[in-house]
């Protein structure tokens, strides 16, 4: 299965979420959830990455946490809550499946395995919150940068996918100009090239010279199946 936390679950309850989930085509910048919406369906990227976006009273926003193919949009559900953490909108376009907190609370019923992974999940999610914290607070912004577009790739399939310029400084915090100044050296050294917000890693071993530990370990603790 396309999305990780469903190709942990097992056989049957992969079948039982097949059979009841629906699979979406996702659009740059479409809007998911509001903040604090009540959730209605879980969705599982599959190659598409959604932002949870901080939004402040006087316009501006900064990106809270993203989500790709190794989790889910809906963890409120499994915490106890049921409200989104914040507004829930998609980054990179792609597909994802899209499964009813009804059916959802069926196969929670049926599988034990279902609860168990989402939790997993939810234990990556917070390693992802926590390091934020720290990137944001340590690192320049080029590693900022190119952390984000590291884990972009690892969420797409191949090595192009559309983000723009803007988008980047909106999650980021950033100025225009910096992201701007750093996807233009990026490009120089060759490790990506760019034209009207279309994005391809061309030489990856470039931006995993130039990012912070962070990056490393957010994707460790995605990709570890361990309880």
Known sequence: MENSVLSWLQPGAQR?????AVVKSLNSGELIYDHEAVVTHTIFPHDCVISIMAEMADGRSVEKASIGR????????ILGGGRTFGRCVVQVPGKASWLSVTDLDVALQQFHCVRQVMLRYAKSFTMQLMESVACNSLHTAEQRVVRWLLHAHDRVDGDSFYLTQEA????????????????????MSG??????????ITDRRILQSRVCECYDRVRRAALDPAP
């Open 70 to 77: 190794e989790g889910f949009v809906g963890l409120p559900v």
């Open 16 to 20: 039982f979420i097949q059979e009841n």
């Open 191 to 200: 490790g990506i090239s760019y034209h009207r917000g279309h994005l391809t």
């Open 168 to 187: 980047i400084s909106n999650l980021l915090a950033l100025r225009r100009a910096t992201v701007n100044a750093t996807c233009s050296d990026l490009q």
